[in-house]
């Protein structure tokens, strides 16, 4: 079974500090994403990553960054967060065409 | 557009009613339609998908090209069906990772 790691399930961060958010799948899948999900806005992609070293935004890229050195592992950086970033943020895999997403428990920030 | 409509923020219904969560897409091109479903203190995940032409826990959708719909019904709702459910859509043959998603229908059942 395809398992989504995200470290955190609760952050607390406050206005202008830097916030790594790590998340690793233990399928060698090649497809890796970040959403955020807020209530009446559902899930919107922020990044994705079709490869290592490989990043592509996506409709709310700005004020996130992401980093994919191995294949496993895909972090969500927030460079100086802000107060509007406070989210739940959902890391998703996938094996490519015709293949389900599988979702991480998601980490729910909160920047104060 | 590539745009995935879902009306109702919240259905309410009770124990042994159908259900019906509605799905209205806009797209030019042939996509494949999804239904993700998200349970209390669990993970989203995948419900059904329209080429699978299955029914999951109860659940069917059908493709509705004409009205561009992908309705999930269930004739007979129970508790445990209480969830948060989107409806997604993607290129047909594309990456899940390119899914469009609705913002989502809170499923309350009573009972």
């Known amino acids: 079974d395809v398992k989504v790691t995200q470290s955190s399930r609760y952050l607390v961060k406050r206005t202008g500090e830097k916030v790594f958010l790590e998340c690793v799948q233990d399928?060698?899948?090649?497809?890796m994403f970040w959403y955020r999900q807020d209530p009446g806005l559902g899930l919107r992609l922020i990044y994705f990553?079709?490869?290592?070293?490989?990043?592509e935004k996506g409709d709310i890229p700005e004020g996130y960054s992401v980093s994919r050195e191995k294949k496993e592992r895909f972090s969500l950086i927030l460079e100086s967060a802000s107060t509007n970033q406070t989210s739940m943020y959902l890391c998703?895999?996938?094996?490519?065409?015709?293949?389900?997403?599988?979702f991480g428990n998601g980490t729910r920030l909160t920047v104060t | 557009a590539q745009r995935v409509t879902q009306p109702e923020k919240l259905l309410s219904v009770f124990k042994g009613a159908p259900v019906e969560l509605k799905c209205n897409y806009s797209?030019?091109?042939?996509?494949?339609l999804f239904w993700y479903v998200q349970y209390s203190r669990q993970r989203l995940q995948l419900l059904l998908r329209?080429?699978s032409r299955e029914s999951i826990k109860g659940f069917t959708a059908d493709l509705n090209k004409g009205e561009t719909s992908f309705h999930l019904k269930k004739p007979f709702a129970q508790e445990e069906d209480s969830a948060m459910y989107y409806c997604?859509?993607?290129?047909?043959?594309?990456?899940?990772?390119?899914?469009?998603f609705g913002k989502g229908t809170k499923l309350s059942v009573k009972p």
């Open positions: 998703a895999s996938t094996g490519g065409l015709g293949s389900p997403l599988h």
């Open positions: 399928m060698d899948h090649e497809n």
């Open positions: 990553s079709y490869d290592v070293k490989m990043k």
């Open positions: 797209y030019s091109g042939s996509p494949e």
């Open positions: 329209h080429i």
């Open positions: 997604a859509l993607t290129p047909r043959g594309g990456s899940q990772g390119n899914l469009i």
